[in-house]
């Protein structure tokens, strides 16, 4: 035993007798100077208080007494009293495991197994005690992010979750304890005095803690909840970063450059400073380092889905994910980037998740009482319609059919004009139908099947009805869908329409409401870099990557050295990014990959400089509206 | 095993006016969160419940919300022990310190090494730990062995009962239920003991009207099953 070998090694004989106590004798001793506290002799406590305190740079013998002492208390928890031993249990909960070897962190585990079990009033105490280990202390930080410092953190935080999973074994209600624990001690996004760095991993290491908590073996009792505090931390940390607010100040670069270059980018390269104004270089340093800690907190949440979806779970996590989308995130004002959690599980099962996803978003459109939630269902409806490629066109067109049919409906009972406001839910229907066709029709019209069912919608009825969509939808998307329509002869209108290029009229804005409901577009691309690239661009459909009906045939020349510089120009800022970013060989295979991405495009480029002419540098922007500067 | 009760409740339910549109659900989801709580008013951890007659008229509070109050009759099934009681429970952890137990799946209990009469000897044999009775030697305590233990209190927030293992009628149950009660004829009821324990538990969660499950029903019970045979 370490006792032994440490005292042999001193060679006091006098200690050597203390070896050979056994450890029932030590229980005794220990139980002696506990419950003398409370008659007035307290030497030999104040002994004990000390000994706990031995925390920096242990010599073997101070291990030894250390481990001694834990797991003699652990035999005399029933005598700790929390009125006379509280300078003991302070010094206790105060402890870090990060501090210490294997040998104290099992003995001091096992002491607070056995306080949670003893008494109830030590419950929260303790459990408080293991979930403020999931944080290493801030000293060790910089230490831990090298390759040893896995292996200690693998070390401390195995030991905490076998902890936590042995007190649920003895004390069931501890788990309900445990989740309030776990929300109640989340860090807190941001307090500017500490290093960001220190920060930001100890947040990417409680939050890694919780998936793991999601994860083990009382994911029954503590699983949904932990879920749901991830989704909550993403959502204010995505209200945190105010997007928009950046882009007010961009409106001279225009939108088209931040689509092609990573946005954050534009944040990070210095040479761009030139090009953006000084207090924006400024406000978006501070921002830009919560988008890192949200992109990187989302690569966790993916890979916690992917490995949920490896070990044929996802369905449960699904329908938990699915409740806090619709509890929180579908109703977060703009949520730019906390959806994307839903839309990489949809990604990883498609015809579960995926179907499922878009089939409680209809529902929610179609009955739910409230306006506003209905017009965010339906916006996130329609840009995941358009953005999915994982979806199957069949499903698409049955579910835009059921949006049709419910516009029907409307129509139909309505017998009044034009009306923005007083008919919003049904204008953000017919806008999410003619925004899934701008992206859809060409691919739905390819197939024979699909094409008689589009032939079949009765969007003639709705579209051309009293209420004329047509003139209140977005005009970008009206235009867009009616240029598209046309082509492929699924609808004409004869009257004609002068939208001078207008990104959103009157109309739209009145009928958007005070939310801008009708520019929001939820999965426009997503701007952080990591999660992005590994996760989300495989599964994404991109604006420019789409065939549209009457590009398709288009033989253009003009343009085409337009459409060569596109992709030269896309080509190297991707190159220069996996340069300054890392060297890692992630971004090597992401480069090879944007080319390809860029091979594969050569359709749509010509579909979209017929469409934009000289303009080519506007057009992406109007078809995602949602991050323009107007959009306030 | 005692500290289960039915009790009728006559309960008052305020309902916020966003779930007017489905009462009933509204009422269920309130009661549901009494589940596995201890309430005062009860004197009690409520276990389950059932809604019998739901008055159709609700009352309107008057003040800054406008909740209202729907009135309506419930069985509850209340779990409260209470000091000296006998309760039953599974031994999840044993130690010399301390045995550990689960009272009906969710309420832990301690008992202490000085709460263990010294009939009990703790002995670990090849890493399995139990305490075995002095005088007999078939009864012993282990890991997964219910036991019967009296009450010595109860920490509401958590749920967490200290136990005690002093008086004489406490130990192993299947011990104190077979060999206790006649040492003579052994090997055969041992087996069939669990069976009537797990009949007698049930019909305290389910049954309606017994107010407590006396032991020495069950011993009796027990009895006639034996002498039956």
């Known amino acids: 035993m370490g006792v032994e070998m440490a005292y042999q090694y001193n060679g006091e004989f006098q200690e050597m007798e203390d070896v050979n106590f056994s450890d029932s004798e030590l229980v005794c001793h220990v139980r002696d100077a506990l419950i003398s506290v409370q008659t007035g002799d307290s030497d030999s406590y104040h002994q004990l208080v000390g000994v706990m305190h031995h925390s920096e740079r242990l010599a073997p013998d101070e291990v030894a007494l250390l481990v001694t002492s834990l797991k003699a208390l652990s035999g005399a928890v029933s005598y700790i009293d929390n009125v006379h031993h509280d300078s003991l249990l302070n010094s206790i909960f105060g402890m870090s495991l990060w501090k210490y070897g294997p040998d104290v962190m099992d003995a001091l585990l096992e002491l607070i197994i056995a306080l949670a079990a003893s008494n109830g009033k030590y419950v929260d105490s303790c459990l408080d005690m293991l979930v403020s280990n999931f944080m290493p202390p801030m000293y060790l930080v910089y230490t831990l992010k090298q390759p040893r410092g896995q292996a200690k953190k693998e070390q401390v935080l195995s030991r905490v979750h076998t902890a936590l999973e042995d007190i649920v074994d003895l004390i069931p209600m501890a788990a309900s304890r445990l989740s309030s624990v776990v929300v109640h001690r989340m860090p807190t996004t941001f307090k500017k005095d500490l290093e960001k760095d220190h920060l930001m991993y100890r947040t990417e290491i409680y939050v890694e803690n919780i998936l793991r908590l999601e994860s083990g073996a009382i994911r029954e009792f503590v699983g949904s909840r932990m879920l749901m505090a991830v989704v909550d931390l993403l959502t204010e940390l995505d209200v945190a970063i105010g997007w928009d607010d950046i882009l007010r100040d961009d409106s001279c670069k225009g939108i088209f450059a931040i689509e092609l270059e990573d946005a954050d980018e534009v944040d990070d390269d210095e040479n761009d400073y030139g090009e953006l104004p000084r207090t924006l270089n400024h406000k978006s340093l501070g921002k830009n380092i919560v988008a890192d800690l949200l992109d990187s907190l989302m690569v966790l949440t993916f890979e916690h889905l992917e490995s949920c979806a490896n070990n044929k779970r996802l369905g449960e996590v699904f329908e938990t994910l699915l409740d806090s989308f619709m509890l929180t995130i579908l109703n977060t004002y703009k949520s730019k980037f906390a959806q994307f959690v839903m839309f990489y599980a949809c990604a990883l099962d498609p015809e579960k998740c995926g179907v499922k996803f878009a089939k409680t978003l209809a529902d929610r459109f179609s009955c739910s009482d409230n306006p506003v939630t209905r017009m965010s269902a339906v916006a996130y409806l329609a840009s995941y319609l358009a953005r999915a490629k994982f979806l199957s066109p069949a499903f698409v067109a049955s579910t835009l059919k059921r949006l049709v049919d419910w516009c029907l409906e409307y129509c139909e009972t309505q017998g009044s004009d034009m009306n923005p406001k007083a008919h919003r839910v049904f204008y953000s229907g017919c806008q999410a139908i003619m925004y899934v066709l701008c992206f859809r029709m060409k691919s739905l019209m390819d197939v024979p099947r699909f094409k008689s069912q589009l032939l079949l919608m009765p969007l003639e009825p709705v579209l051309k009805h009293k209420l004329d969509p047509l003139k209140v939808c977005l005009p970008s998307i009206v235009e867009e869908f009616l240029k598209q329509a046309k082509a492929a002869y699924l609808f004409t209108t004869s009257e004609t329409f002068i939208f001078e290029d207008m990104l959103e009229s009157d109309f739209s804005k009145d009928f958007g409401g005070l939310e801008r409901l009708d520019m929001f577009f939820p999965f426009d691309p997503c701007l952080l870099k990591k999660s992005d690239r590994g996760y989300i661009r495989p599964n994404f459909v991109y604006w420019k990557h789409v065939r549209t009906t009457y590009g398709s045939d288009e033989d253009d020349s003009s343009d085409a050295d337009i459409a060569e510089d596109f992709v030269a120009e896309n080509g190297e800022s991707s190159m220069e990014e996996g340069r300054t970013g890392s060297l890692d060989e992630q971004y090597l295979e992401l480069d090879e990959f944007d080319h390809a991405m860029n091979k594969m495009s050569i359709t749509p480029k010509n579909g979209f400089t017929y469409r934009f002419g000289g303009e080519q540098m506007k057009m992406p922007s109007r078809i995602r509206p949602s991050t323009t500067p107007e959009s306030l | ?229």
């Open chain 2, 1 to 229: 095993m005692e500290g289960l009760s039915v009790s009728d409740a006559n309960l008052v339910v305020y309902i916020h006016p966003s779930q007017s549109k489905n009462v009933s659900q509204a009422i269920l989801r309130e009661l549901s969160s009494l589940l596995f709580k201890y309430n005062e008013t009860f004197d009690g951890v409520v276990l389950a419940y059932a809604v019998n007659s739901l008055d159709k008229q609700a009352r309107i509070l008057s003040g800054v919300h406008p909740y209202f109050g729907v009135r309506l009759k419930a069985n509850l099934l209340l779990f409260s022990p209470k000091p000296n009681m006998l309760l039953e429970g599974k031994v999840v952890k044993l130690m010399r310190e301390s045995i550990h137990v689960i009272v009906l799946g969710f309420s832990s209990a301690v008992i202490v090494d000085e709460d263990i009469r010294d009939e009990f000897k703790y002995k670990s044999k090849r890493g399995e730990a139990k305490y075995v009775s002095r005088s007999h030697k078939r009864h012993a305590i282990k890991v997964g062995t219910t036991i019967r233990f009296s009450v010595k209190s109860l920490d509401e927030e958590i749920l967490h009962i200290s136990g005690s293992l002093i008086p004489a009628h406490t130990g192993s149950v299947s011990w104190l239920d077979g060999d206790g009660g006649n040492p003579t004829t052994e090997s055969s009821k041992k087996r069939k003991q669990p069976d009537g324990e797990t009949e007698v538990q049930e019909l305290g969660i389910a049954g309606g009207d017994t107010c407590s499950v006396n032991n020495d029903q069950k011993i009796k019970k027990s009895k006639k099953r034996r002498n039956a045979e």
